[in-house]
């Protein structure tokens, strides 16, 4: 069961959309971020003539919201043009391990949220953990390293 906040989050990535720069890939895709203190910000794909220069809309979210003082997380809501729910790509998966509790509720929207035949409105929840198992996070930096060279 959606909470207030989580539907709100929700919404904001479907807005968020509407503003995907998506000219090469015709793929537009809307995140947003639940923080802590119940502010939402949200987050939407630009692509690049160079494609390498292309941001997706996830990482977009989180620099936005690293960038305005936001760090502490409790949910993302992903969407897209695709009746289906659809993931963060592994580059996303991974900026988002640096800033996400692993338990971090993501919910994956389809385009045609909600669906009427379902329970969940045809939400898919993962969990951030879930999305990169025995993934490198900072942590990971801190571990002891064996000695090198003479």
């Given at each position: 069961?959606?909470?207030?906040n989580?539907?709100?989050l929700?919404?904001?990535a479907?807005?968020?959309k509407?503003?995907?720069?998506a000219?090469?890939?015709?793929?537009r895709?809307?995140a947003?971020?639940?923080?802590?203190?119940d502010?939402?910000v949200k987050?939407a794909n630009?692509e690049n003539?160079?494609?390498?220069g292309?941001?997706?809309?996830e990482?977009?979210a989180?620099v936005?919201?690293?960038s305005e003082?936001q760090?502490d997380f409790?949910a993302?809501a992903?969407?897209?043009d695709v009746?289906?729910?659809?993931s963060p790509?592994?580059?996303?998966r991974?900026v988002?391990?640096?800033?996400?509790?692993?338990d971090?509720p993501?919910?994956?929207?389809?385009?045609d949220?909600?669906k009427?035949?379902?329970?969940?409105g045809?939400?898919?929840?993962?969990?951030?953990?879930?999305l990169?198992?025995h993934?490198?996070?900072p942590?990971?930096?801190?571990?002891?390293?064996?000695?090198?060279?003479?």
């Open positions: 069961m959606l909470t207030d989580h539907q709100r929700i919404e904001a479907i807005q968020a509407e503003y995907a720069y000219p090469y890939s015709k793929f895709v809307g947003a971020f639940l923080c802590a203190d502010t939402i987050g630009v003539a160079s494609w390498g292309t941001i997706c809309a990482r977009t989180v936005k919201a690293v003082g760090k409790t993302l992903v969407t897209s009746v289906a729910p659809i790509c592994g580059i996303c991974q988002l391990r640096e800033f996400c509790a692993s971090m993501i919910f994956l929207v389809p385009a949220y909600p009427k035949d379902t329970e969940d045809g939400i898919l929840e993962v969990t951030a953990g879930s990169l198992p993934s490198f996070g942590e990971d930096l801190e571990l002891p390293k064996q000695p090198t060279g003479p």
